[in-house]
């Protein structure tokens, strides 16, 4: 590598390191005014829930625009031993996300490198890291 070329990869270093330092700096104040805009809005939200609540009501037009409230149910399980024989037992695999989880694929495959599942697909691509120089 030439002494130019060398020179351009430094002032390029530099200038990643620039740029990363100043979304860093965005980023932390745009981080601190969103979260003080949704604690706001999250006490207008619940004075508007709090509204339909003593009135009895699910939903309001006013002149501003309608708010309404729908009821969000959540489902979990704290003993996945259970969950899993209760699936297989009621074949009811629509029960689970279809995700796989990708450490878990990729530890796999690494100890068992022959046993490949039918229809995985993978893809790979390459990602940049600049560090600082140590002082």
Partial sequence: MS?????SLEKLTKVYL????KRTELKSA?????????QERDKVKQALLNYCKENNV???KTPEGLFYRSVKQSYWTSDWESMYEFILE???PELFDKRLNQK???QYLEENPDKLPKGLNSDSSYTLSVRRPKK
């Fill in 58 to 60: 699910d939903s309001l």
């Fill in 90 to 92: 009621n074949e009811v």
């Fill in 3 to 7: 002494e130019g070329s060398t020179l």
């Fill in 18 to 21: 620039k740029m990363t330092a």
């Fill in 104 to 106: 878990n694929v990729r």
């Fill in 30 to 38: 745009f981080d601190a005014e969103y979260n003080l805009l949704t």
